[in-house]
């Protein structure tokens, strides 16, 4: 009677944390800092709260699924002046889709791209690993087999794309890529985006780039963007779509505040898809993400918090752990030998919460790639992330 796709999906990273150091009760003479999540604990401009609360007489009022004009038209002018596209190329009306942050749009992306009654072979959905959660759930539960992708220190943390078989290519019909990646940082580049969106055309499946943490970089220049290459190929949006959110740029979880790009087609199917199964975003909070697209500064500010955090694991944790400077996001990807042993110890010895590498990977009957790693999100202030890098660097 229950649907069974949905029990064969294994547990989320975090419930395997919580039983991996369950019993183990930090030394009271140590305050706990938790670094397991990518949750963003910087505080979001005051203008937001402002903003919410001026639009107080809106809660009687359903707002519309594809949001107000205003939020489209910020977050189509924030693309082109980011990703330095034509004026035109990103229709505010047509090509633009409010989403409750990346994981609703990630989700429903396969939904939209994954047809499983189409005949012949099961559908298959590309994506990297280690990989967020919700690419997998999005493809099982649309009737799509996984198909997971190496990306490890070999080949730049990026999938390799030319070791994919046409016979691979020609079943696939969603390919999930995140840049900045979680958890490594790589930055795929101009060359291997184009590389993948002509793959995604030729093949004709829907390329989805997650480019959740594209604003968090330690670079001078911003990482490239899949928009930039569309341009470049003649502004065309065809097998395209793109998520953005302002949970990490702007600091902002809580707001449940994102969107996504493509064609015209695909936007419209997605809208149609979230008139039966989500709660539209409300007017309020609508106007606020809507006022965070339009500015900068407070992005600036973030950047440089994330910055001054990499310079304390830099000056802590160089030459351990195979630790590198990551391109972008705002995680660190330690090579400890033993991820699950390092977190217990982290976690009882320490008061440190992290998450071992290898809930984040897939693998099958050899060894898990990411078996030696863990993953440390620098969300907290500077203070509580030196004290929990210096407990790191003295522990392991």
């Known amino acids: 009677m229950l649907n069974q796709r949905i029990e064969g999906l294994r547990d989320y990273p975090f419930r395997r944390l919580a039983e991996l150091i369950a019993g183990a009760t930090p030394a009271s003479n140590r305050p706990p800092i938790d670094l397991s999540v990518g ?19 809106s809660w009687n009022r359903y707002p519309p699924i594809n949001g107000t004009p205003e939020f489209r038209a910020a ?72 198909v997971f992708l190496a990306a490890t220190k070999a080949s730049n943390f990026l999938p390799d794309l030319d070791a994919l078989t046409p016979e691979t290519l020609d079943r696939t019909q969603i390919m999930y890529l995140c840049t900045p990646a979680n958890p490594q940082g790589a930055v795929a580049d101009f060359a291997y985006l184009e590389r993948a969106l002509l793959l995604a055309r030729k093949h004709d499946f829907l390329l989805v780039a997650d480019e959740c943490y594209s604003e ?35 600091s902002a979880p809580g707001l449940r505040s994102g969107f996504s790009a493509g064609s015209p087609q695909a936007i419209a199917l997605l809208n149609r898809l979230r008139t039966y199964s989500c709660a539209a975003t409300p007017f309020a909070t609508m ?54 042993a390092a977190t217990r110890r982290l ?30 999100a620098l969300v907290s202030d500077l203070a509580s ?12």
């Open 216 to 250: 968090i970089y330690s670079t001078d220049t911003p990482p490239t963007g899949a928009l930039e290459v569309a341009a470049a190929l003649g502004g065309s949006l065809d097998n395209l779509m793109v998520c953005h959110t302002l949970s990490k740029r702007s």
């Open 287 to 340: 106007e606020a993400a809507t006022a965070l697209w339009r500015d900068e500064a407070h992005v600036d500010e973030t950047r440089a918090l994330y910055r001054a955090k990499f310079d304390i694991a830099e000056r802590l944790l160089a030459g351990r752990f195979d630790f590198y400077r990551p391109q972008g996001g705002f995680y660190l990807w330690l090579n400890v030998g033993d991820g699950e």
């Open 75 to 146: 977050c189509a002018a924030w693309l082109t002046r980011r990703y330095r596209l034509p004026a035109g190329m990103i229709d505010a009306e047509t090509m633009i889709a409010p989403c409750a942050g990346t994981r609703e749009a990630l989700y429903m992306a396969a939904t939209v791209a994954i047809n499983p009654d189409g005949g012949g072979p099961r559908p298959l959905a590309l994506m990297p690993n280690p990989f967020y959660q919700v690419y997998v759930g999005a493809a099982v539960l649309a009737g799509a087999e996984p």
């Open 39 to 57: 949750e963003p604990r910087h505080q979001p401009p005051g203008f937001v709260n402002e903003l919410i609360a001026s639009r107080s007489d």
């Open 347 to 376: 976690w009882a010895e320490g008061g440190v919460k992290v998450l071992p590498g290898a809930y984040l990977t897939k693998h099958g009957d050899g060894p898990n790639p990411s078996q030696g790693y863990i993953r440390i």
């Open 385 to 396: 992330t030196e004290e929990a890098l210096t407990r790191v660097a003295a522990l392991l």
